[in-house]
């Protein structure tokens, strides 16, 4: 595909999403219970981490639990990786936290040689805060 000058247009590597779309929590959740969900596929070079951390960072506004969803991510650029962990020591110092979802052992293993122990991994969105959700379930019905 080309302009009208004749040059090749650059076609997009990755595609986003945020869910659910911005805006006030219902009520009565609290923004640390809140969760939203980045999904993202196709590959992942330099040019994709801003657009990634910027909407990581629109999510965390009206959510503490965000999962970045990379499970239709075919590659990652490793130079993109302390964005994400950066992002994910920004939520937990204000009590949220950052899971990220991944289905690619190459993916997966980028992500480990890249941050080490420091971000968390899950094999779905779903899976993501389950253990939070059984923690919160336990603590109301203590009260």
């Known amino acids: 595909m080309s302009d009208k000058t004749g040059r090749a247009l650059r076609m997009p590597l990755a595609v986003m999403a945020l869910a659910p779309a911005p805006g006030p929590r219902p009520h009565g959740v ?3 219970e809140a969760q939203a969900t980045v999904s993202v596929r196709g590959e992942l070079d330099r040019d994709a981490v801003w657009a990634i951390d910027y909407t ?3 999510a965390a506004i009206d959510a503490g ?3 970045l969803d990379l499970r239709e991510v075919t590659h990652l650029d490793s130079a993109g990786v302390p964005a994400l ?7 937990r110092a204000r009590g949220g936290d950052l899971r990220i979802a991944v ?6 293993k980028i992500l480990a040689a890249a941050s080490g122990s420091t971000l968390q991994t899950c094999r779905d969105p779903e899976q993501a805060f389950d253990e939070a959700r059984v923690c919160v379930t336990r603590a109301r019905r203590r009260q």
């Open 30 to 32: 609290h923004w640390h």
């Open 56 to 58: 990581l960072s629109r």
């Open 65 to 67: 639990r965000i999962v």
């Open 85 to 91: 962990v950066e992002r994910r020591n920004e939520l």
């Open 103 to 108: 289905r690619s052992p190459y993916v997966a």
